[in-house]
């Protein structure tokens, strides 16, 4: 089991994920995705996107504004039933979430505890130049509400009939008691969520396809199908009739990776009620109007990305040496191939390095490298998780003192296989091998 504080350090180490505004002490919650953190997790949501959008033909797109109508809140109940008990501690004002208590005493400083109050999750501001009431609005806590309040526009517009879906992925915000576990619970956190309309009667048959679809994404992508699994959360949202949750093995054991809720026709009533605008649907089968039923796979990017770090990594020994290996899949991982020249003081063969590393750009993701010896090379490049690397030698370029066969090396992440391949195939096998 890798442990969290591992993986909190190669992210920082390796450029993945860095403290919030870290300058300044940081801010609870608050993360910023480094160089290598923004392709990973670019490539987490063009997995998810292709999956759920581009291979099917019952699902469309939105990307709705991250600030809406503040009366989407109350209609949609988070004004008033998105809370957490919140409990604080008289003596060191210290805050906990109540659920998260063992007994009735402040874990901290064992001081006496408030009592329970519901604290809602909403981050508040204020649109225009006047702070006042009328001008309240909140950060959205879920990407689901821009699909619904378009679930008209969307419907029309594209003529869809059920069952379909409408998908998005965009950031949410929750003013979290307790942010913590390094990414898995944040304050300002992104989200992949699906919209899935049904015939109210084949909602259950639904829930069922989409919960088991989307454990089998993960497995897809490379996670141990051992560190999944599919269970009935304790408590349901206000929202909804049923739910599993796609839970992960993490190192402080097993908790929600992703939400897949029966919402039911809540969502579209309670707009239609509170917008006074018709979110009916014309059944043409049997000429009356109905309410849909929706099915919502919900996920994290940055909870899915910490869980394709903590199962993609590996430590082994090599030749009686630590290697760190990231076993990330080649469409998540940041960089695809290396280019090492193993004599950077050797002109002919730097430009024939760098040639050959513009050249692949093109395609892919490519990283050139030639600080340091091979060895510690390869190291960087397996602990970062490229899948590839390719090495060009005294003969892979003319030079006085070896023999020209214009060959590089070519050499797998995971086995460590090295194979030579003449220099004018290199960029179709690795375009081959990658995918792209
Ligand atoms: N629209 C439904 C919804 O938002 P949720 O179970 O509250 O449901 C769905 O959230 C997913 O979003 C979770 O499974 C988790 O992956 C991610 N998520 C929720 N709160 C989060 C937080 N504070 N930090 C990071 N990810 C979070």
Known sequence: MTEMDTIVSLCKRRGFVFPGSEVYGGLGGFWDYGPLGVELKNNIKRAWWRSVVQERDDVVGLDAAVIMNPAVWRASGHVTEFTDPLVDCKSCKKRFKADDLQGDRCPECGGDLTEVRKFNLLFRTF???????????????ETAQGIFVNFGNVQTTMRKKLPFGIAQIGKAFRNEITPGNFIFRDREFEQLELEFFVKPG??????QHWAHERL?????????PAHLRIRPPDSLAHYAKAAFEIEYLFPMGWGE????????DYDLKRHTEYSQRDLSYFDEETGEHITPYVIEPSAGVDRSLLVFLLDAYHEEQVRKEKRVVLRLHKD?????VAVLPLARNRPEIVALARDLAAKLRKHMPTMYDDTASIGRLYRRQDEIGTPYCITVDHQSAVTEDA????????RERDTMEQVRVPLTDIVAEVRRRIGC
């Open 127 to 141: 649109v225009g130049p006047v702070e006042d009431d009328a001008s309240v609005a909140y950060l959205r806590p």
């Open 202 to 207: 084949t909602d259950e048959e639904w829930h």
């Open 216 to 224: 089998d994404w993960y497995v897809r992508l490379g996670v141990d």
């Open 257 to 264: 990776l992703e939400g897949v809720a029966n919402r039911t």
């Open 332 to 336: 998540l991982a940041p960089v695809k």
């Open 403 to 410: 023999k020209y066969d214009g060959m590089v090396t070519l």
